[in-house]
Every structure is written in C-alpha cells, then in structure tokens.
C-alpha cells in the first residue's frame, strides 16, 4: 500500500459523541497541554504536579544512547555469552517477551528467553535450557523490590556462584530506576552493569526505554529502525496536530467514549505474528484505564466466535499488515455490526510507532475518563495479602488451611458457597451475570500448549452459550497488568482461578518457602483482594495432574446453561440492528511514512452537550 500508514473508523452511531468531544479538546488545546505533561488534563491540581510522562521524548534519548548500548551488546557477544535470560515482571518484561515471539524467526542475536512467571515446572525447564556460565541474566525491575524478580535472582545468582563464586556478578546486568535498591545489590555483587532507566517513565509507558531497548538489542533486533519509526509516529500525533487529526488521540477518545457508553470490551485481533503484542497493550489499557469504577478492558479476539456470541458491550479493534488487506480473513465481516476500528502497518519494526500510538491513546483515554492513567492503586493489594500469607509460611512452614467448598472428581473448590455438585457452584457464581459482564479465567498454571488449549475451549463455550466476554490469563503476569481493572474497574467481573500441585518444585535461596508456595500464596492473595471489592471469585485447585483436571473441569463448563442470559440476547440484537444501519459510514485516514494523520468529518456547528 505504498509505504502507508492506514486507520480506518467504523463507529457508526457512535461517531458524532466522539466528533463532538475531539471539537471540545481543540478548543481546550488538549494536544499541546498533553505534551506540555499538563497533570490538569489527569484530574491533579496544579500542571507542575508530577506525572509520569517522560516517555514521549523516549526515541529521541534513546536514539541518542543507542551507540553505546550497541557497544555494550558486542562486549557481550565478544566475552562468549550464548544466551540471556531477562528476569521481570508486568512492565519491566512484557515489551521484551513482545521483541522475543514477534522477531523468533529472525534474530541473529543472542538466544533470548523471558522469566515472568513463579510457575516452578518452568524455572526449572529454562534452568535446563541454558548452560548457566555462558549465560547473562537481565534483572529487570523499576522499584528494584518486586518480590518475584528478587526471587528469581536469589535462585540464579545461587546457581551461577556455584560455578563462578564470587565472580557470579560478571553474569548480571540490571535494569532499574536511580536509587532503587537494585541499584545497591548490583553495586555489592559486582554486576557487570546497571543500566539507570528514566525515573519519569512508569513501568507500563518504558517499551522504548532501556527496559525494552537494551534486551531488543541483544537479541540483535534493528532497534534504530524501530525507534525512527516511533519517532515519526510521535511526530505524526505530535503538539502541533489538531486533536481531529492525531490518530493516537482519535484513537485513545473512541476507547473513552465507547467505554462510557457501555462498550468497555476492546477486543483486539491481531496477526499471528504479532499475537504477542496483546499482552502488552493488555497491561497498559487494563492497568492505566482501570479504576474508580470505570475502565476500558482489552480481550484478545482470538478464538473467533460467531457473531451473537459477541454483546453490545463490545468493540474491535483490528490490526492488519498493509500488503494482506486484500485477504478476507483479516476482516472478518460480522465486524461490522460493532463499532470497530482498523489499523493497518507496514512490517513487525512498526511496533515502534504502535507502542508511541497507543501509549498516547490511553494516556489521552484517561483524561476523557477524568481518572490518573498513570498510577495503580489496587495492584499493591494483592500484593499486601501475598505478603501476608508469606510471613506465615515463614512462621509455620506451611501456607494456612482453607475450607474447601466442594471436592468432586478429584478437583478441590473453594467458593463463598457450598453446592452439591460442580455445575451448581459455576452456575452459582454466573447467576447474576448479564450484559456488560465478564468472566476472567486466571491460570497459576504452566503455560503451555495444552494448558492454553483447554482455556480457549472454555473461553469459546462460556462465550458462545452464555454470551458475556471471557479472557484467559496467567498469573502472576496478569497481577501486574488486568489485575488493576480487576478490582479497580467496573463491578462487573466474575473470576474462576486455577492452581495446582507442583510435579517439580524448587526452594528461594535465603526464603523459607518455595516457588510452588509463592505461586499458590499469589493466586490465593489475589483471591482475597478480590473479595475485598465485592468481586466473585472461585478458586479451583486441579492437584498435579492439572491437564487432566482441566479436561474435567472443562466438562462442567460444557454443562452450563444458557437462560440466564435470554432477556440479554433479544437486547443486543435489537442493539445490532440499530449499529448496523448507522455503521455503512466509514471514517478513512491515509498519510505518508513521516505523517500518520487521521481525517475525521467534523462539522463546524457548535459542540452538542455531552451525555
């Protein structure tokens, strides 16, 4: 398509809302304050009030830095390291794992895996992987004191100074804010850098910080095209663009507008090769949007189910490489009886200019929300809960007895209720869901190919014969990225977790519990923050068979039935046919490489209230 950039808006109904409150951000020069980082636009008092908003100047300070993290990368290559291992959670590693599955098939860099999970089965399969000496170890953490990262360089620095004694910290480079005590750890152990990130970027917004730029270097990734790419994109949504033509801030007002008016589902379809790229946005829409009651919530697309699976509460955003727009499969047509919105890039290095797109999309959704994008005040919770359960793992050896609600067929519930039998539990739990609701399947299991099987299965059932919108995440990662519109978002969730019983486990250096307790003390942590805020929540332990257990539990599903939702079945399809009449319009944007602009029909008469 000539080297474009393409959006296309097909928002039917909807349309003339958002025209009239992009009209209302001109005339309050929304773009300019924006990048001035006016906290005003964030609900603050002052516009000197801090903010975390350094990341819109990221590709020019790391473009100007990049000489010297490309010197440090040939170091590491010349000194005969094979292999590198990020250690990270939820910010610090999902830009990373993102670089690592987008580019699997092209690297010519350094073997490259991510850690992000306390799952023991896969610490000890990556730890299997690599040849421990040869091995350089990422230890990537904002705060410097995230309790899975510290783990996970306790047990490592452990197996390199076996080896290496005290020369282990040659192995080591950290990644982290000035002052955090990483800092000192790294300083103590002789790590073989620390590389000091922007403390006015928070840990969702740093993609194209060090965090993402240092590992997409070693994996020998063309970091400079990608950070052109995101500065032409910075330029094309830049403080001169009016607010009508800035695709990111266009964008980032649709995903408010819609959510205010009940369609809070962003459900996002991407091509398989950047399927990865949705756990990434994931974090950044769920955790900066989700709180005070309201939020925008991402789901992935996939699997695709018929159209009256989907509700009213939905809207699709679309992702397309240019040169396939002609293949059918990548629209499909019952889009458009939803408000959607089509991307269309050029090639994998425009993740670049997305991460600059949609960081400033939901910094800009924020604003229209009138919430802070950029604070989390509910992740700690679960946190404090996990904290909690530790110290009494520590004291007597053993995380605390729960009372289970029901054992059937081996698998082990815990629920407010008990019920006879498996079926009358979910049926229980699902009683009062209707249109605008959720289910979040949360998996503190190992995340493989049949284990991601059973969940879509389950996710395409529910969806299909109960008509709310389902999402299958693993935890921990999902603590540091949903987790946040979990508890902080709308009332309206419904959430099964799943644990099991380690095959394999593996005891912290220096703690007095394992990885196996630290997992389950995360999922039952959560649990209970969820409970705080009123939230519905299963906890469904499947033993050590866990893909057996799935199987079974995966056949409860299959049992549930659909009445619960008829009134909201006739609902939405009187809503579709409304959209659907109103949707034929469709607002198109086309620009060169340089300049990403989008064109929307605003009219010049004055701005009609807003609902």
């Known amino acids: 398509m000539n080297n474009r950039n393409e959006l296309f808006l097909s928002l039917g109904k909807y349309q003339k809302r958002i025209d009239a409150r992009l009209r209302l951000m001109q005339n309050k020069n929304f773009v300019q304050r924006l990048w001035n980082k006016d906290a005003t636009l964030f609900g603050k008092e002052k516009p000197s009030e801090s903010i975390l908003m350094g990341w819109l100047e990221l590709p020019d300070k790391m473009l100007d830095v990049l000489p010297s993290i490309n010197e440090f990368c040939k170091e590491i290559r010349n000194e005969g390291f094979d292999h590198v291992v990020l250690l990270g959670?939820?910010?610090?590693?999902?830009?990373?794992?993102?670089?690592?599955k987008t580019f699997a098939e092209s690297l010519n860099g350094l073997k490259f895996t991510v850690l992000d999970t306390t799952e023991p089965e896969t610490i000890k399969k990556i730890e299997n992987e690599v040849n421990i000496p040869t091995t350089l170890f990422i230890v990537a953490s904002k705060s410097g004191s995230t309790a899975e990262v510290n783990a996970f360089y306790e047990y490592f620095y452990y197996r390199v100074a076996a080896t290496k004694r005290d020369r282990a910290?040659?192995?080591?480079?950290?990644?982290t804010d000035s002052g955090s005590p990483l800092v000192q750890l790294a300083a103590r152990k002789k790590f073989r850098k620390t590389f000091i990130n922007f403390s006015d970027v928070g840990g969702r917004f740093s993609a194209l910080s060090y965090f993402g730029i240092v590992p997409a270097a070693l994996m020998g990734i063309n970091v400079k095209e990608i950070l052109l790419r995101a500065k032409a994109m910075a330029v094309a949504c830049g403080p001169l663009v009016p607010a009508s033509e800035n695709s990111a801030v266009v964008l980032g007002t649709a995903m408010a507008e819609l959510s205010l008016k009940g369609c809070d589902k962003l459900t996002y379809l991407m091509p398989e090769e950047l399927s990865s790229f949705g756990l990434w946005m994931e974090q950044l829409v769920a955790e900066s949007t989700g709180k005070e009651d309201k939020g925008v919530l991402p789901f992935n697309g996939q699997p695709l189910c018929s159209q009256d699976s989907y509700g009213s509460d939905r809207f699709f955003v679309n992702t397309i490489f240019s040169e396939e727009i002609s293949k059918s499969s990548d629209h499909p047509v019952f889009l458009n009886d939803f408000p959607h919105i089509d991307i269309f890039i050029k090639d994998k290095l425009d993740l670049g200019k997305e991460f600059i797109r949609w960081e400033i999309a939901t910094a800009t959704a924020g604003a229209v929300l009138d919430i802070d994008p950029f604070d989390q005040p509910n992740v700690q919770e679960s946190k404090m809960y996990t904290d909690k359960l530790l110290k009494i793992v520590e004291k007597e050896g053993q995380l605390p007895k729960m009372e289970p609600s029901l054992i059937e067929n081996g698998i082990i519930y815990y629920a407010?209720?008990?019920?006879?039998?498996?079926?009358?539990?979910?049926?229980t739990l699902l009683n009062t869901a209707g249109g605008g609701s959720y289910l979040a399947f949360q998996a503190y299991l190992p995340e493989e190919e049949g284990v991601q099987k059973n969940l879509n299965d389950m996710q395409k059932i529910i969806q299909t014969n109960l008509k709310i919108a389902v999402s299958s995440q693993f935890g921990p990662r999902y603590l540091h990225s949903t987790g946040q519109f979990h508890k902080g978002g709308p009332n309206t969730g419904y959430f099964i977790q799943f644990v099991s019983n380690s095959t394999v486990d593996i005891n912290i250096p220096e703690n007095k519990y394992s990885f196996g307790m630290l997992k389950r003390a995360q999922a039952i942590g959560d649990r209970e923050a969820l409970m705080k805020h009123n939230r519905k929540v299963i906890l469904v332990d499947l033993g050590e068979d866990y893909i057996n257990g799935l199987n079974t539990f995966k056949h409860v599903i299959e049992t549930l039935q659909p009445a619960v939702n008829n009134d909201k079945l006739a609902s939405d399809s009187k809503v579709k046919r409304k959209f659907s009449t109103s949707a034929k319009k469709t607002t198109k944007s086309t620009v060169p490489e340089a300049i990403v602009l989008l064109q929307n029909t605003v009219s010049n008469t004055s701005n009609p209230p807003l609902e």
């Open 169 to 175: 910290g040659e192995n080591f480079i950290a990644i």
């Open 416 to 427: 407010p209720d008990k019920r006879e039998n498996a079926k009358d539990l979910i049926e």
């Open 89 to 100: 959670m939820g910010g610090s590693s999902l830009a990373p794992l993102v670089f690592q």
